[in-house]
Nanobody
């Protein structure tokens, strides 16, 4: 079965950086568009970023644009989320997700129902 395993979460100070990783198994990785979401306590799951199959196109939410960078390596089935200039409001559980559909658009990728597979999440806590 398809598995997504996130890592790299932890505690950071405001203004600091963290890099999250997500390793995918059980599916041809280059056939998957990937996304990152986060969910803070008491809030709905929020889309952050998405990257197309060959990393030609990347989309970001306004909340993280200019601070976060999403990338992937199709040789080692890994996607990353480099997070810089962290803020306390970035505190959340971060999830990677995989979309097996061929169509890729910013509108579609921002919808959590688009995604077929999800990781278990990794906690990111940013202190002020």
């Amino acid at each position: 079965q398809v598995q997504l395993v996130e890592s790299g979460g932890g505690l950071a100070q405001a203004g600091g950086s963290l890099t999250l990783s997500c390793i995918v198994s059980g599916h041809t990785f280059s056939d998957l568009a990937m996304g990152w979401f986060r969910q803070a306590p008491g809030k709905e799951r929020e889309w952050i970023a998405a990257i197309s199959r060959m990393a030609v196109t990347t989309y970001y939410s306004d909340a993280v644009k200019g601070r976060f960078t999403m990338s992937r390596n199709n040789l080692n089935n890994t996607v990353w989320l480099q997070m810089n200039s962290l803020k306390p409001e970035d505190t959340a559980v971060y999830y990677c997700a995989a979309d097996a559909d061929l169509y890729f658009s910013s509108y579609k990728q921002s919808n959590p129902r688009t995604y077929d597979y999800w990781g278990q999440g990794t906690q990111v806590t940013v202190s002020s």
